[in-house]
């Protein structure tokens, strides 16, 4: 049985082998120290390079960014795509389809014997939720813009969206709003609530206070908050995990007007 070899390797560098010792053409990923055999178990563990030889665990190796792999075995099916595998180290015809498993397309077979693989940069993604109303609240308009009036406390926005197959983290999250009449109440509290989940598996919620301060704007204009820190709950962000956002006026103040909830833009990282 013949070992896989790589040839036009493109991208090369150096670094250390962690743990496990490395065959040419497997996946890795860089764990901040060493460079670790990549898994779609785990979408923090995504492919960033593959082996360029076989390399005994701490040696200095050589690594490339794409390359054709060469197999005299022809274990490939010439034309198919070939992804990341839950099988740590390994590519495969087989897309993933376990829960929150990570669906990284690495590159497609040339040939019975010749699989070609290009790893791209991380790059963000970016995807609109369109917030509802959770029934108390009502759509309302104002000025040139439609959407949630959270005009009493409890009353909410929210909305679900399903984490890309191919996400490794977010970036950043933002939330739209405009004010309603002349100025929002200063003394009006907020949060927002994150549950994750998938295949009847929930998430503990997360939660982000967001202060009155940050929601104040001027009249009929629009405006933004970084409410990233309502997804860090750990299992929140994964492949193939539906998510819902609840935005809750947690209390109502003593005077002025309340935000209008626009929507909700989450920027990805995906592979």
């Known amino acids: ?103 990284q397309l690495l590159g497609f077979a040339l040939s019975t014997s010749e699989l070609y693989v290009d790893i791209p940069p991380v790059k963000e993604h970016a995807v609109n939720i369109q917030l509802v109303t959770d029934g108390t609240a009502v759509f309302s308009q104002y000025g040139d813009f439609t959407g949630v009036l959270l005009g ?17 983290g977010l970036e950043i999250a933002h939330l739209w709003w405009s004010a309603v009449g002349t100025a929002l109440d200063t003394s009006d509290t907020y949060t927002i609530d994150v549950s994750a989940g998938v295949d009847d598996e929930t998430t503990t919620t997360t939660s982000d206070g967001i202060t009155a301060a940050a929601l104040t704007v001027a009249l009929a204009d629009i405006n933004k908050a970084d409410v990233s820190a309502a997804f860090d709950g750990t299992g929140v962000i994964e492949s193939g995990n539906v998510l819902s956002i609840d935005i809750d006026k947690a209390a109502e103040g003593t005077a002025g007007d309340d935000p209008l909830m626009l929507c909700l833009t989450l920027n990805f990282l995906v592979v």
């Open 1 to 103: 049985m013949a070992d896989p070899k790589i040839r036009q390797a493109r991208g090369v560098f150096t670094g250390t082998v962690g743990s496990t010792a490395l065959t040419a053409g497997a996946p890795v990923y860089f764990d901040g120290t060493d460079w670790e055999l990549a898994d779609a178990d785990d979408n923090t563990k995504y492919a960033e390079a593959l082996a360029v030889n076989t390399y005994s665990a701490g040696e200095v190796g050589a690594f490339c960014r794409s390359a054709v792999v060469v197999d005299t075995d022809a274990p490939y099916t010439q034309g198919d795509q070939y992804y990341l595998s839950a099988t740590a180290g390994a590519i495969t015809a087989t897309r993933p389809t376990g829960a929150n498993n990570l669906v």
């Open 152 to 168: 009493a406390a409890s009353e909410a926005a929210g909305g679900s969206v399903e984490c890309p197959p191919n996400c490794v």
